[in-house]
């Protein structure tokens, strides 16, 4: 059975501060590893990771996967208010359950001004 | 990426009647998914919308429970049945547009049943 453990479960930070978000997961037919931020209903798409040690980024984010340890991080630098959010991480896989993504628990980022 | 609309946004229904939840989006996809949110989880996969076929179901999940219709490549329907208090959740529809490509997430049916 697929599995993403993501860590920690919560981070309690004050504005500026920079923080890393780990996930590492298990997955028969490894396709992709996806983040997300939740912070109502639906997931807001981040990254996409397919490769090894290429990094991703997106303004004050970024992201990078190792497929031979199993695990990937996503890092915020300067965090404002408005990064508090539930982060996702998902790992998609390929064969005959394409396109199913198995998510992890979420980290509860809160930034306090 | 894609603009995917859900309705209805929320609901509260009385135990033992069924509730459809419509997915539309703005451009025809490969891939459509049905997933569940429960107070305080995650998302767990319900099934894969078939695009003129039956959906296929993740374990624990059956289809006289969770009926699901995909009448073309933009459309698709989530039918939770016979509703009891435990299906409270969020309801969310994906799409991926293409093999490859990344999933994307509708707004959600937030239910509640009473």
């Known amino acids: 059975e697929d599995k993403v453990v993501q860590s920690p479960l919560s981070l309690v930070v004050h504005e500026g501060d920079t923080v890393t978000l780990n996930c590492s997961y298990e997955v028969t037919n490894f396709r992709s590893l996806l983040w997300y931020k939740q912070e109502k209903k639906a997931p807001t798409f981040l990254f996409m990771l397919?490769?090894?040690?290429i990094e991703k980024k997106s303004g004050r984010l970024s992201s990078i996967l190792d497929k031979k340890e199993l695990f990937s991080i996503l890092n915020i630098t300067a965090t404002q208010t408005g990064d508090s959010a539930v982060y996702l991480c998902a790992v998609q896989a390929g064969g005959t359950s394409y396109g199913k993504l198995t998510f992890g628990q979420g980290t509860i980022l809160t930034v306090h001004p | 990426s894609a603009v995917i609309s859900q309705k209805p946004s929320r609901d509260i229904c009385q135990r033992g009647t069924s509730l459809t939840i419509q997915c539309q989006v703005d451009s025809q996809v490969t891939m459509m998914f049905w997933y569940r949110q429960q107070p305080g989880q995650s998302l767990t996969l319900i099934a894969t919308?078939?695009?003129?076929?039956?959906?296929?179901?993740e374990s624990g999940f059956v289809i006289d429970k969770f009926p699901i219709s995909r009448p073309n490549l933009t459309f698709s329907t989530l039918t939770v049945s016979n509703m009891s208090p435990e299906d409270s959740s969020i309801y969310l529809c994906s799409v991926q547009p293409g093999v490859g490509e990344t999933q994307y997430f509708g707004p959600g049916t937030r239910l509640l049943v009473l």
């Open positions: 397919t490769s090894s040690g």
């Open positions: 919308a078939n695009q003129g076929s039956e959906a296929t179901y």
